[in-house]
Nanobody, 115 residues
Framework: QVQLVESGGGLVQTGGSLRLSCAAS????????MGWYKQAPGKQRELVAS???????NFADSVKGRFTISRDNAKNTVYLQMNSLKPEDTAIFYC?????????WGQGTQVTVSS
């Protein structure tokens, strides 16, 4: 059973930064793609950023130039570095991983950006 544990969320002021971590229970090389999604109250969950096993990345237009995604294969951890945060970034952020035909999700971490 794949387990994903997110951490690093919190309360930050507009313009601040946070780094989210997603620790996986197995090697990142076993996942074809890993990503970060966010879900704000009353809204659908949406993609923020993802990275493939080969290192290809993609980002939502709203975060391009502000967020980066990276992998530390030795630590089985994927990071989401979030800079220049805005109040509209406020959401629960979820990590996900594609393993074969299955998709796994973490429990989420709250990010709140105050104006």
């Amino acid at each position: 059973q794949v387990q994903l544990v997110e951490s690093g969320g919190g309360l930050v002021q507009t313009g601040g930064s946070l780094r989210l971590s997603c620790a996986a229970s197995q090697s990142l090389f076993s996942f074809s793609r890993m990503g970060w999604y966010k879900q704000a109250p009353g809204k659908q969950r949406e993609l923020v950023a993802s990275v493939s096993s080969g290192g290809d990345t993609n980002f939502a237009d709203s975060v391009k130039g502000r967020f980066t995604i990276s992998r530390d294969n030795a630590k089985n951890t994927v990071y989401l570095q979030m800079n220049s945060l805005k109040p509209e970034d406020t959401a629960i952020f979820y990590c996900n991983a594609h393993w074969g035909s299955r998709i796994y999700w973490g429990q989420g971490t709250q990010v709140t950006v105050s104006s």
